[in-house]
């Protein structure tokens, strides 16, 4: 039985890999950044004719990653409050933490999931946030 879920809003994987695995009624994210569906485009990313970052908004990307997640959880069955446990990757924590603890505040402002802040060098894509979901699943 395959339990593979992919959305059809959230954006496209980088590599080989669902948007989401169903294990009994527990529903694991695969990593959500906030690059945008059918586009190279990432929400808050300014790059140079290389691929190098030039700028960013922290504050753009957090929005994008949350509403990414909400998409999956969406079209696997689940929803935004029935997450239980989050991994968040920041490649500046010194930078970026205080808006995107300001953020997390917002959009978990009742009934908040585990969670665990760590700092990386870099991610996959230009990136600076990328979160790693575990919601229930009814």
Same mark, same amino acid.
């Given at each position: 039985?395959n ?17 989401a695995? /169903? ?13 945008? /569906?059918? $586009? ?26 949350? /509403? ?22 920041? $490649? ?6 205080? $808006? ?14 585990? /969670?665990? $802040? ?21």
């Amino acid at each position: 039985m395959n339990n593979s879920i992919e959305s059809s809003k959230a954006p496209e994987p980088v590599g080989l890999y669902p948007h989401a695995r /169903r294990v009994g009624n527990l529903l694991f994210l695969s990593g959500v950044g906030p690059r945008e /569906r059918g $586009t190279k485009k990432i929400t808050g990313v300014e790059l140079d004719e290389n691929g190098n970052i030039t700028s960013y908004d922290i504050e753009a990307q957090c929005h994008s990653v949350f /509403r990414n997640i909400k998409y999956i959880l969406e079209d696997s069955g689940s929803s935004w409050d029935k997450i239980v446990d989050v991994q968040v990757f920041l $490649t500046n924590m010194k930078d970026d933490f205080k $808006t995107y603890n300001k953020l997390w505040a917002e959009y978990f402002s009742e009934n908040p999931p585990c /969670r665990t $802040t760590i700092e990386i060098n870099c991610l996959p894509t230009p990136i600076a946030i990328e979160l790693k979901v575990i919601a229930t699943i009814d």
